[in-house]
């Protein structure tokens, strides 16, 4: 066989009048990972063949022959039988070349009006939306979770922080519905990057649409798509879809990294405020006596990767120019780790998340400690009618004491309080408990037990 006959092996090589070299071949190819989109490719293709149909350009026992090979091909690539070929490049052309193996001539002609540009673009919007639906309920359950425990812990009392310091007692169950309102924001830019990944780029072809009386509402109809794009140049070369999904996972690993590390600070020895069950921990090759949250750890560890894809995908297009590049094969590993991660973090957490067991008593331990109602008794001289920096300094000057007593605001006489303002009388003692503080926020986003129980009645219906 001749150069030029090898080289015409190719789908696209009548023009050329060598074979590919070999390196070039492997380095080039994309099957080796696009495979994963053989679903949506067929299906895009049952969509575009109805749709020739449709207009005319193929006849009908010409679809019915392509929907029919194409079903066998997939049901082939299912069983585990289909043998993927590197020199047929990537998905596309291994289907293609496989349904024209079965079918004949007649396989040949399903790429009529099309582009592997607008193919495997549809595809990739095909897959990504399908993994979005899937990855919007598994947030769901683990929104659900948060809701339940934050019910359940609706009254135990904690240490709320700033700084890492002890900074004012607040509730376990308004805690956690911090970490459910941070997860809400996730979900709904979730749904609006949906929108935008859910636009039809097939018919654009390879970057000028086609001269075939093609109807991409039909198409666009079959397959589920909002609407078809409206520009073919930008239809074959747009990727934002993809950054934008990584941008949310970003977030949404941000995120989880936060609750990891809180949840690694909580279990320690130091902390001890809640425990994980066996399941969601590992031990140690030398030390018996080790529990290691290795679940938060490696989804903390995780999130480094997601935002590496992102700023791996903004890098990829930051310079191209229209239409399409080979550059954006690209495209497929970091979105398709992105992804994979993502439910991997999502599912470990929406079944870990309802088995966290409290260590109230420990909480409340730690609650007592470093002063936490302080800022309870500055608020109790105000409504004496002591202007609140003076009441800020005599607050000062009482944790001083303390400091140096090594002793609690609620731990002093009325007598010993009374040494820093007259105006403190036996009633101070109903805001310096911890039950005092948490339940004088009563207010809507306060952590008051009954606002907490509010606030999960509403999110509870808002899901």
Request: aromatic share 6%; hydrophobic share 40%.
């Amino acid at each position: 066989m001749t150069d030029q006959n090898k080289s015409a092996e190719k789908p696209w090589g009548g023009r050329f009048t060598e074979p590919t070299d070999a390196f070039v071949e492997r380095f080039t190819a994309s099957v080796g990972f696009d495979q994963r989109l053989y679903h949506h490719d067929i299906i895009g293709s049952i969509a575009h063949a109805t749709m020739l149909a449709e207009v005319g350009v193929l006849t009908t026992e010409e679809r019915d022959t392509i929907i029919e090979g194409l079903n066998a091909v997939k049901a082939d690539i299912e069983a585990g039988t289909f043998e993927w070929s590197v020199s047929l490049e990537d998905v596309h052309m291994n289907i293609e070349a496989r349904l024209t193996d079965r079918i004949g001539v007649t396989g040949k002609k399903l790429h009529t009006g099309r582009s592997r540009n607008d193919q495997v673009a549809t595809d990739i919007r095909l897959y990504l939306r399908d993994e979005i639906d899937v990855i919007a309920e598994e947030l769901k359950r683990l929104q659900t979770g948060l809701l339940d425990l934050a019910e359940r812990e609706a009254e135990t009392i904690m240490p709320g922080f700033t700084h890492l310091q002890t900074a004012q007692p607040v509730t376990f169950g308004h805690h956690l519905l911090a970490w459910y309102e941070m997860l809400v924001r996730d979900a709904e830019r979730l749904q609006d990057c949906r929108k935008r990944v859910n636009v039809m780029p097939l018919g654009a072809a390879a970057l000028a649409g086609t001269t075939y009386p093609i109807d991409r509402s039909i198409t666009a109809k079959l397959l589920g798509f909002d609407r078809p794009s409206e520009n073919s140049l930008d239809s074959v070369s747009d990727r934002d879809f993809a950054i934008e999904f990584c941008s949310f996972a970003a977030l949404l690993m941000t995120h989880l990294s936060r609750f990891s590390e809180e949840l690694v600070l909580w279990t320690s020895a130091q902390f001890d405020f809640i425990d994980l069950p066996d399941r969601f921990c590992t031990g140690s090759s030398i030390m018996p006596q080790k529990k290691n949250p290795d679940v938060p750890e490696l989804v903390r560890g995780k999130t480094g990767r997601v935002n590496g894809h992102l700023i791996s995908l903004l890098t990829l297009m930051k310079s191209q120019p229209l239409a399409y590049n080979k550059d954006n094969q690209e495209d497929k590993e970091p979105l398709f780790d992105t992804v994979d991660t993502v439910k991997g973090c999502l599912k470990a957490y929406a079944d870990m998340i309802p088995a966290i067991e409290a260590r109230a008593d420990n909480m409340r331990v730690a609650a007592k400690r470093g002063f936490s109602t302080a800022t309870d008794l500055a608020d109790y001289l105000v409504k004496k009618g002591v202007a609140f920096r003076d009441a800020h300094e005599i607050v000062g000057k009482a944790v001083a004491f303390g400091v140096a007593e090594g002793r609690d605001l609620s731990e002093m006489t009325t007598e010993e309080l009374a040494r820093f303002s007259d105006v403190i009388g036996e009633d101070v003692f109903d805001v310096l408990t911890l039950e005092g503080s948490v339940q004088a926020r009563n207010h809507l986003g306060g952590t008051a037990p009954g606002q907490v129980r509010a606030a999960v009645a509403r999110a509870r219906k808002a899901l």
